[in-house]
């Protein structure tokens, strides 16, 4: 995978800071040509990973890389401090179905070092 280019942004661990994300992620997806329902998508997608993390418990911040994958892919990767030995977060069916939906793929874990994490990649489907 070429990553084409990449923007990072880091937010306090505060739901009232994913607008945020969700700004830059439409941003980057306008930059794209991804479509109006596609940049909405991403939009819902960024925002339900990143509340994931937050109520998971994210101690201080929550680093967001966004990485221009070609010319119509972008990668969200989410990562956030918890405590060692946090189990993953759990996935609500409503949630699961909303990402299934929204997000071409994505994934939701919290590695052996406390680090909680999701990446999200949404592909722009029209030429």
Do not use: N, W
Not at 50 to 71: F, K, M
Not at 86 to 101: D, F, R
Request: one cysteine or more; hydrophobic letters at 45%; a negative charge.
């Amino acid at each position: 995978m070429l990553v084409t280019d990449a923007v990072t942004l880091v937010i306090p661990a505060s739901t009232e800071h994913v607008q945020l994300a969700r700004l830059v992620a439409s941003g980057i997806a306008g930059r794209l040509a991804f479509d109006l329902d596609e940049i909405e998508d991403l939009r819902i997608a960024v925002d339900e990973l990143c509340v994931l993390l937050l109520e998971h418990g994210a101690s201080e911040s929550l680093s967001l890389a966004y990485e221009v994958v070609d010319e119509a892919t972008l990668l969200v990767r989410g990562t956030a401090r918890v405590d060692a030995g946090t189990a993953p977060p759990e996935i609500s069916l409503l949630t699961a179905q909303i990402l299934s939906t929204v997000a071409d793929a994505h994934d939701l874990g919290v590695d052996g070092d406390g680090t909680a994490y999701f990446t999200l990649r949404k592909t722009r489907q029209h030429a």
